[in-house]
């Protein structure tokens, strides 16, 4: 039983894969993190699953972090850090290299954390009006364990344009950028999610898998040296007194002393 997603499965083989926290805006708490992992690896084994669609559940794909998560890891010592950097990171590989091909169904916002879901599906469909960011520099945070998955999606030069500025962007700019592969008016997204879906019907499952964990090791390499890097600069970042002082800021309402 899960809480914080929902699987449905439909006759044609069709998983959808629905964050389930629509008051949070499907913030990553540690349990959907973990239950998204546990996911990932159960449909990616089920013989019976073609494809995945990743939507989320209410107003928005996914805001980002949870709150509460938050909170919890500027009262942590560094490895307790390092323990739950590691599982969003596994979350994401597990996504990542799931077998079965990854449909993301975005709409409202995503930002930060959500962001990196994007990334990790192998097509992304967004409907017009949406909202984009990696807001982490805002908090005095990085993009530090989604990064690997946006550096390959985006590229570097067209990633550097929004990693850094926490600068917030659109649909149409998320297009360019090479984060969705398409964006749709709203009443189009389901159906422009279903023109991606339908070609996987009609390929071999078992060669579909392949061909993707092909393009993964002709790709950037994200293997555990990578991840490891990006756990131990976003730890080092935590503890630093920028990161304290956002966080701070964040929760008081008020603006962090480096605001111009």
């Known amino acids: ?26 913030a990553l708490s540690a349990q959907m993190i ?10 990616g084994r089920d013989p019976s699953v073609r494809v995945i669609v990743l939507a989320g559940a209410g107003e928005s794909f996914c805001a980002g972090g949870d709150l509460g998560w938050m909170r919890e890891q500027m009262a942590a010592d560094g ?22 091909p990854v449909i993301g169904r975005i709409h409202g916002n995503a930002f930060g954390g959500g962001v990196g879901m994007m990334a990790v599906c192998d097509v992304a469909v967004g409907a017009a009006g949406a909202r984009f960011g990696l807001t982490e520099t805002r908090l005095g945070l990085i993009p530090a364990t989604i990064g690997p998955y946006v550096l390959a999606r985006m590229g570097e030069a067209m990633a550097r344009r929004v990693f850094m500025s926490a600068r917030l962007f659109g649909a149409e700019e998320a297009v360019t950028l090479g984060l969705l592969a398409r964006a749709v008016d709203p009443a189009d997204l389901d159906a422009a999610v279903e023109a991606e879906v339908a070609p996987y019907l009609a390929c071999a499952p078992g060669a579909v898998a392949e061909a993707k964990a092909l393009a993964r090791r002709l790709g950037p390499p994200i293997d555990e040296g990578t991840i490891s ?32």
């Open 1 to 26: 039983m899960t809480e914080t997603i929902t699987i449905e499965h439909d006759a044609r083989g069709v998983a959808r894969l629905t964050m389930n926290r629509p008051d949070k805006h499907n």
């Open 79 to 100: 490895p307790t850090r390092a323990r739950e950097a590691t599982k969003l990171a596994m979350m994401l590989q597990a996504i990542n290299t799931c077998p079965k």
């Open 229 to 260: 890097a990006t756990i131990a600069a976003l730890v080092a970042r935590w503890e630093s007194d920028e990161a304290r002082e956002g966080i701070a800021a964040f929760f008081d309402k008020r603006a962090p002393g480096w605001k111009g």
């Open 34 to 43: 973990a239950e998204l992992t546990e996911a990932a690896e159960q449909l």
